[in-house]
Structures are given as C-alpha cells and as structure tokens.
C-alpha cells in the first residue's frame, strides 16, 4: 500500500508560483513513476505532469509546458511540482498520483493522494 500525502497549496496572485510537494510512504518509492494532475470545479480531472521512476524523463501537458517543472528527491520519497506564473485558469485542487511500474505516462496511476487546493486571483 503506497500512501501519498500533497502540500504546499494555497492562495497565490496571477503571475506568482507555488512549489507543491508530495510526500509517499513505503520503501520502494524510488521505483514509481509519478504523476500530478489537477481537477477544477466543474470539470473532469486532468493530466499535468509525470516524472519517471530515476527523474530522468518528464513529460508534461501543453498547457503547463514551459511554466511547471516536475522533479523528485528518492532519498525524501518526495515528489515536487514548481509552478510559475500561474494564471486564474490555474484554480483546481492538484493531486499527485503514482504508478507501480515506474512508467511516464499520463494515466494508469494506481495510488492517489488526498489533494491540494490550489487558487489563482486575477
């Protein structure tokens, strides 16, 4: 059982950044791939970024691309999501996510965390 547990939401200005933070438990954390995704009110969730089991492969949403860097610490069992000029459109509650395969993909997560609250004002 693989528990994951998001920080680091909050209330941010349009233009600002946030660092989210996903902490998991277990030993064989350094072997999951991981993902974010985020759901805003209203809407279906959505794929944001993935980071493989070595942090050497990251893959992200068009959306995101350029402004969200994804990375990892094995040796903290935590995953980050640095989130940079963030626009309104940014509002959702973000959840991190693993998958046991260690695979970069943007589906097929077998764990997810509680969520985080994320709120962007124009």
């Known amino acids: 059982q693989v528990q994951l547990v998001e920080s680091g939401g909050g209330l941010v200005q349009a233009g600002g950044s946030l660092r989210l933070s996903c902490a998991a438990s277990?030993?064989?954390?350094?072997?999951?791939?991981m993902g974010w995704f985020r759901q805003a009110p209203g809407k279906e969730r959505e794929f944001v970024a993935a980071?493989?089991?070595?942090?050497?492969?990251?893959y992200y949403a068009d959306f995101v691309k350029g402004r969200f860097t994804i990375s990892r610490d094995n040796a903290k069992n935590t995953v980050y999501l640095q989130m940079n000029s963030l626009k309104p459109e940014d509002t959702a509650v973000y959840y991190c996510?693993?998958?046991?395969?260690?695979?970069?993909?943007?589906?097929?997560?077998?764990?997810w965390g509680q969520g985080t609250q994320v709120t962007v004002s124009s």
């Open positions: 996510a693993a998958n046991t395969e260690g695979a970069l993909r943007a589906s097929g997560y077998n764990y």
């Open positions: 980071i493989s089991w070595n942090g050497g492969n990251t």
């Open positions: 277990g030993r064989t954390f350094s072997s999951y791939g």
